[in-house]
């Protein structure tokens, strides 16, 4: 078992916010998979779902404050900016990965390893 340094509080955080961004992506119908892995020093937590994907022309854009594309009165754009910034603050990272469109989105969370 390997295990990584981070307030569980704010992991949670970014992880709900994934889910319920796969959710509303998907039309409250489809698969939200969750899998672990480790690469090296880097423990990976992935959070893909089987929705519509993400436009190639709006993946840049995701994580800028204040973003969305969802209507009016159903977000307020910084989920996903806020959910990188923790992960920044605990020496991780979140990044998109296969998001094409018509397939779901795969987001990573990268933390180190606890090596002690």
Same mark, same amino acid.
Do not use: H, W
């Given at each position: 078992?390997?295990?990584?340094?981070?307030?569980?509080?704010?992991?949670?955080?970014?992880?709900?916010?994934?889910?319920?961004?796969?959710?509303?992506?998907?039309? *409250?119908? $489809?698969?939200?998979?969750? /899998?672990?892995?480790?690469?090296?020093?880097?423990?990976? =937590?992935? &959070?893909? @779902?089987?929705?519509?994907?993400?436009?190639?022309?709006?993946?840049?854009?995701?994580?800028?404050?204040?973003?969305?594309?969802?209507?009016?009165?159903?977000?307020? *754009?910084? $989920?996903?900016?806020?959910? /990188?910034?923790?992960?920044?603050?605990?020496?991780?990272? =979140?990044? &998109?990965? @296969?998001?094409?469109?018509?397939?779901?989105?795969?987001?990573?969370?990268?933390?180190?390893?606890?090596?002690?």
């Amino acid at each position: 078992a390997v295990s990584v340094v981070a307030d569980p509080g704010l992991l949670r955080q970014v992880i709900i916010n994934l889910v319920n961004n796969a959710r509303d992506a998907m039309g *409250g119908e $489809g698969k939200i998979v969750f /899998r672990s892995s480790r690469d090296g020093d880097t423990v990976c =937590l992935e &959070v893909g @779902d089987d929705g519509p994907g993400i436009d190639p022309d709006k993946r840049e854009q995701i994580f800028t404050a204040f973003y969305t594309t969802k209507e009016p009165g159903r977000g307020t *754009g910084l $989920g996903l900016s806020i959910s /990188r910034e923790i992960m920044r603050a605990m020496r991780g990272s =979140l990044t &998109v990965e @296969d998001a094409r469109e018509s397939r779901g989105a795969r987001f990573v969370i990268r933390l180190p390893a606890n090596t002690q």
